[in-house]
Nanobody, 120 residues
Framework: QVQLVESGGGLVQPGGSLRLACAASVFSFSSAAMIWYRQAPGKERELVATVTSPSGITNYADSVKGRFTASRDNAKNTVYLQMNSLKPEDTDVYYC?????????????WGQGTQVTVSS
């Protein structure tokens, strides 16, 4: 069973930075697309950033473009989300999602989430 563990969340002032990490248990990490989502209670889940496999191409939500950078280190089975110029509206629980296909079947695995709070 694939396990994803997020870390790096916390409390930061507006304009500050945080770096989230999502470490995966041993599986074909390099073949999985890694996706960051965020969600607050009562709100819909929002896709924040995607890092494709194997090219590592990134895509971002318009709300975070130019401020957030997603990357992956396949040697460490880890994906990162560097968040700069944070705003109060970035406050959410951030989740990482691994998505891969085997024999045309899609598989998803989710982390437990890490809280990010942007407040003065």
């Amino acid at each position: 069973q694939v396990q994803l563990v997020e870390s790096g969340g916390g409390l930061v002032q507006p304009g500050g930075s945080l770096r989230l990490a999502c470490a995966a248990s041993v599986f074909s990490f390099s073949s999985a697309a890694m996706i960051w989502y965020r969600q607050a209670p009562g709100k819909e889940r929002e896709l924040v950033a995607t890092v494709t496999s194997p090219s590592g191409i990134t895509n971002y939500a318009d709300s975070v473009k130019g401020r957030f950078t997603a990357s992956r280190d396949n040697a460490k089975n880890t994906v990162y989300l560097q968040m700069n110029s944070l705003k109060p509206e970035d406050t959410d629980v951030y989740y990482c999602n691994a998505r891969w296909y085997s024999n045309y079947v899609r598989y998803d695995s989710w982390g437990q989430g890490t809280q990010v709070t942007v407040s003065s």
